[in-house]
């Protein structure tokens, strides 16, 4: 499938691929450009089950002083939509298209990862 999405999308430019696509997920550098990662995968909707400590006991202290502290926290998401979020929802079906760019912000060639050969995709006409 990659090759077929490279022939379809060779030397367009970022503007045409995101005005096709849309927002994409991340943009990361390279040796020979950057990459535009479009992710359309599959999340399972419901969160993953982890069991509750056996041995949690809650803090009951009634001091003053420890009543507004507030912990930090190291959870950090890894998705721009909160609602699929990659550490609570297990992804069911994976769909991801990487753009490689050269300096110049033309398409060198395409990723297509989660998308079988069967299957030709076109650019959308508008």
Do not use: C, H
Not at 1 to 25: C, F, H, R
Not at 37 to 42: A, N, V
Not at 55 to 61: G, H, K, R, T
Request: hydrophobic share 30%; glycine share 2%; no cysteine.
């Amino acid at each position: 499938m990659s090759k077929i999405q490279t022939d379809n999308w060779i030397d367009k430019s970022e503007a045409v691929v995101i005005s096709k696509l849309g927002p994409y997920k991340t943009k990361s550098l390279n040796e020979t450009g950057y990459i535009l990662t479009f992710d359309y995968s599959s999340y399972n909707r419901s969160p993953q089950n982890k069991p509750a400590p056996t041995n949690y006991q809650p803090n009951m202290s009634v001091n003053n002083n420890n009543r507004q502290i507030i912990q930090p926290t190291t959870y950090v998401t890894t998705s721009a939509k909160p609602a699929l979020d990659n550490n609570q929802f297990e992804v069911i079906k994976e769909r991801v298209l990487k753009f490689y760019f050269d300096k110049n912000k033309n398409v060198i060639y395409v990723d297509a990862i989660g998308y079988p050969d069967s299957i030709r995709y076109e650019l959308r006409r508008k």
